[in-house]
């Protein structure tokens, strides 16, 4: 997906609250705008929107010699989310159809997003949680997605945001499979998404391998990954996507993926012709039809 | 007011908005954005918000060649204000205090501002109208306006927006006082501030004298303004403000100004000390003051 013209004021926005969270003055915080107003000055709007943020965190780090400027809310959003999980889990543990509702909460899980919401409190996740169990998903994909990871030999399975992490491994451990299954991480801090730390904190590494992408982006643009990381993503049977990010540097990707996400801004929401606030799992029928047609075809 | 970062996004938004109403391709929106990112990547913070939304609309209108863009929507909204002034003033024809209703009427019509507002509907106007109806007032401030008027020589009444100009119409025909009336204008067409085309356009001229302060800023920047404003400004025993362009150059200045408004942002609700939404009626205290400790003080 191309940045649009409407994700401009969404970045600076972004750097707002990305600078402001850290206690910043004025003065800092001036800098840090004008800086990343010129850059969007001049960025190319044929790179995907995260590949934009990448430049725009890039930006805030360097004047505020913070790496990684969310480090604290991630910590605490993974606690967070690791004791929300247990009373839900409680909750739902009737239920018959234990992927389904699982997948349902990995897929409300995705509105911990700092890049998105400036506050996610726990009652902001639970309201989405309720949401999401009663929405109405795709479920003629839901089976073939179950279908996929039941005859799958590998599974990358991508992740998105702290927090939502532990969700993602709840998820993981309902698959009827076989398959070796791996979970990406990014390769730096950048917003919450998830790093090696994040996976380890939240022991997502005894249900899967982790593999770090390398790349710093909030989203997974496959020429900036590692080749150790392209690799993998050519040989997996399926691949499971989360969250908007991913979403929007891979939705023209020709591989077997499954997007899992919840619409959060208006510019995806038109993309996939969905309100905003949707709960999505979504397989693009046009690499699904071009497996059908060629399974022999690997990717672009 | 100076200009806070926070105006930054708020720029951003009404270029967006403005270009997107002219009906022009993505193309020349890009070239827009791309030099308002620019120019206001090197703004001077120093200078109040209507100053920099001035360059801002200087750069939309280089770029799309289109000198006015609000030019019909300000005929429209007249028509729609006029439209609704009708059944307002007979529904209201028996209240006991016209001086009260009308300047109830007048702050709320300040709702009608595409700077700040996507779109103005009649819906929103009325309702607007409703809650003004039953808000409270500073009601000391409000005798203190009545009472200023009733014994000024020379009355400076600034205006601000189109369609609320009919109300300032109304407003100042409820007016007990000998005082000369001076109804003031933007120089230029600026988002959809009213000029001398609306004065006329709505009969104002009938019940004031109209001058055009020859600015193009939303707001009354002294300095900007031609000489025989200036003169009027500084030889009137009050001006009566209306709307936030307004209060934002001219809270700082001494003289015996009262402000009605609406807070449409939270640079100014933070400002005033009032939550986003509040109806205003206000007089700043430091300058009564010092008009009562020395009345012979003329200005800054």
Redesign the interface.
Known sequence: MITS??C??CF??QA?KAVSRLGKD?MA??KV???V??H???MD?SKSPPEIAEKVYAVISEHTGVADPYCNEKKIVNALAAGIAGPLMAKHAGDPDQFLTRLRMVIAANIIDFGVHDEVSGERILSSFEQCMAAELDMPVVEKLRANIASANSILYLGDNAGEIVFDKLFIEAFTTNATITYAVRGKPIINDVTMHDAQETGIDRVAQVISNGAGVPGTVLELCTPRFRRQFEQADLIISKGQGNFETLNCVDANIFFLLQVKCEVVARDLGLPLGAFVIYKPEISVQMKDAAPESAGT
Chains 1, 2 share one sequence.
Do not use: G, M, N, Y
């Open positions: 013209l409407h401009i004021p600076i926005h707002f004025d915080l001036e705008l004008r800086s107003l010129a969007l000055s001049t709007l």
